[in-house]
């Protein structure tokens, strides 16, 4: 089972993009469903993440009132609205699923190849 990300394109700073996450019927029974992402040179860091029960939402501190991580009525798929996009949201984006309460990258899996962000004019 992977997960597939795709949306992602070139866009200018202070523009939008949504991002979409489709799986398998396993993805809708994930605990947890979340957004990632690895910037060139850099390490793959949390983003965003939602949690099956509730829906409760959460983001990492630098994308906080810019982006809004949601999942479609079936749940098997996961999105991720982008606003007011800044050069230092470059990255490549991926999304994964866990059974736990976590925002830690090693518990999540079924990571798929991920799709490109660039934000520049």
């Known amino acids: 089972v992977q997960l597939q990300a795709s949306g992602g394109g070139l866009v200018q700073p202070g523009g939008s993009l949504r991002l979409s996450c489709a799986g398998s019927g396993r993805t809708s029974s994930r605990y947890m469903m979340g957004w990632f992402r690895q910037a060139p040179g850099k390490e793959r860091e949390f983003v965003a993440a939602i949690r099956r029960s509730g829906g409760s939402t959460y983001y990492a501190a630098s994308v906080k009132g810019r982006f809004t991580i949601s999942r479609g009525n079936a749940g098997n798929t996961v999105y991720l609205e982008m606003n007011s996009l800044r050069p230092e949201d470059t990255a490549v984006y991926y999304c994964?699923?866990?059974?736990?309460?976590?925002?830690?990258?090693?518990?999540?899996?079924?990571w798929g190849q991920g799709t490109l962000v660039t934000v520049s004019s």
């Open positions: 994964a699923g866990s059974d736990y309460y976590t925002f830690n990258i090693p518990d999540y899996d079924y």
